[in-house]
Nanobody, 120 residues
Framework: VQLQASGGGLVQAGDSLRLSCAAS??????YAWFRQAPGKERELVAV????????YYEDSVKGRFTISRDYAKNMVFLQMNSLKAEDTAVYYC????????????????WGQGTQVTVSS
């Protein structure tokens, strides 16, 4: 099983980015995006249920970020709009566990991370 995250970059506040996570090996019941800023703990950003598409968002990204998936390509995306300096972090995709709301923190597989830097 491999998760390959991509799409990060350096943008200005107010800009948008779209992160992608390509999953290979198997299908999981849920996929998530986490982020970790320097000196801070890793935090959950968004979760999507593969079947049905139910979603969960951390409060600080609600209304700005959208998690989605592509069945045919076995990919998960994170559309990030109205980016803020505090969104700067390494973003990781993760997969595994069972869908719940609120979600549990146990995931079986992790991607390598992609850096998002938002300048103010």
């Amino acid at each position: 099983v491999q998760l390959q995250a991509s799409g990060g970059g350096l943008v200005q506040a107010g800009d948008s980015l779209r992160l992608s996570c390509a999953a290979s090996g198997r299908i999981f019941s849920r996929y998530a995006w986490f982020r970790q800023a320097p000196g801070k703990e890793r935090e959950l950003v968004a979760v999507i249920r593969w079947v049905g598409g139910s979603t969960y968002y951390e409060d600080s990204v609600k209304g700005r970020f959208t998690i989605s998936r592509d069945y045919a390509k076995n990919m998960v995306f994170l559309q990030m709009n109205s980016l803020k300096a505090e969104d700067t972090a390494v973003y990781y995709c993760a997969a595994g566990g069972v869908w719940s709301n609120p979600p549990t923190s146990q995931y079986d597989y992790w991607g390598q991370g992609t850096q998002v830097t938002v300048s103010s």
